[in-house]
C-alpha cells in the first residue's frame, strides 16, 4: 500500500512519548494503516519530539504562551497551520497536558482523539493514577475518548480496566496502566482511522 494513500495523523504530546512509540510500532508492523505526518509538543526538548526526530517525522516545539492549562492564541494558531500544512486528518493526543478551545476543535470538527489514564467519568484531569491511589479504587484503567471542550469529557470510544494492587505505588499503578494505553490505543486508532467506528451523541458504536 502506497503511503499516499494512508490517512494522515497529527500528534500532540508534552512528555516521553510512549504512547506515540506504540503508535509507531503498530504502523511499523503494519497493523495500523495510517503514517504520522507531524508531531508538536509544548515542552521544549521534551522525549516526543526527540523520539519524533530519531524517526525522521517533523518534530516542532510550539510555545505555549501564558496560560497554564492550555495554550494561548497564537501557540493555537501555530499548531492548527502546522497539522493543516503537513496534511493531518486526525489528531491524535497522546499525553498533551492542555485543554484544546474552541478554534482548534473547530479546525478538526470530530477528529481530536485522546488517551486518557483512568476510567472516565472517574479522575478526569491531571495525575490521574494518583488520584485513583488516593481515593482506593480496587480497579482504574485507561479511556479512549473524542475531544470536545470539557476536561476529559469527550465521547468514550473504549476502555480497558485495570486492577489497583495492594502494593501499588502511584507509579507503579501508572506503569501497568501505560502498558494497557500501549495496546488500546494504536487498537482504536486503527478501528477510526478505517471507519469502523460510528459516533452518535455520547455513543460510539464499533463494527467488527
Ligand atoms: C499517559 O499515561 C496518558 O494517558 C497521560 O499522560 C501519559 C503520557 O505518557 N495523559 C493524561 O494524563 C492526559 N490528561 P507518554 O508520554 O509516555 O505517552
Not at 5 to 31: E, V
Not at 61 to 81: H, Y
Request: with cysteine.
Amino acid at each position: 500500500m502506497g503511503d499516499e494513500i494512508l490517512p494522515k495523523i497529527g500528534i500532540l504530546g508534552s512528555g516521553k512519548g510512549s504512547n506515540f512509540g506504540a503508535i509507531l510500532r503498530s504502523i511499523q508492523s503494519g497493523d495500523l494503516p495510517a503514517q504520522v505526518s507531524v508531531v508538536i509538543s509544548d515542552v521544549e526538548g521534551a522525549g516526543i519530539l526527540d523520539l519524533a526526530a530519531a524517526h525522521n517525522i517533523p518534530a516542532h516545539f510550539v510555545a505555549p504562551g501564558k496560560f497554564r492549562a492550555r495554550l494561548d492564541e497564537e501557540a493555537e494558531s501555530s499548531c492548527i497551520r502546522l497539522l493543516t500544512e503537513h496534511g493531518a486528518q486526525w489528531v491524535v493526543l497522546a499525553g498533551f497536558m492542555r485543554v484544546l478551545k474552541g478554534a482548534f476543535l473547530e479546525a478538526f470538527p470530530e477528529r481530536i482523539v485522546n488517551i486518557h489514564p483512568s476510567l472516565l467519568p472517574s479522575f478526569p484531569g491531571l495525575r490521574a493514577w494518583e488520584q485513583a491511589c488516593d481515593y482506593g479504587v480496587k480497579y482504574t484503567g485507561c479511556t479512549v475518548h473524542m475531544v470536545d471542550r470539557g476536561i476529559d469529557t469527550g465521547t468514550i470510544l473504549a476502555q480497558e480496566p485495570v486492577p489497583v494492587l495492594d502494593n501499588d505505588t502511584p507509579d507503579s499503578l501508572h506503569q501497568r496502566i501505560q502498558q494497557s494505553e500501549w495496546i488500546l490505543y494504536p487498537a482504536v486508532l486503527k478501528a477510526l482511522v478505517s471507519g469502523r467506528i460510528t459516533i452518535r451523541g455520547r455513543n460510539a458504536f464499533w463494527k467488527r
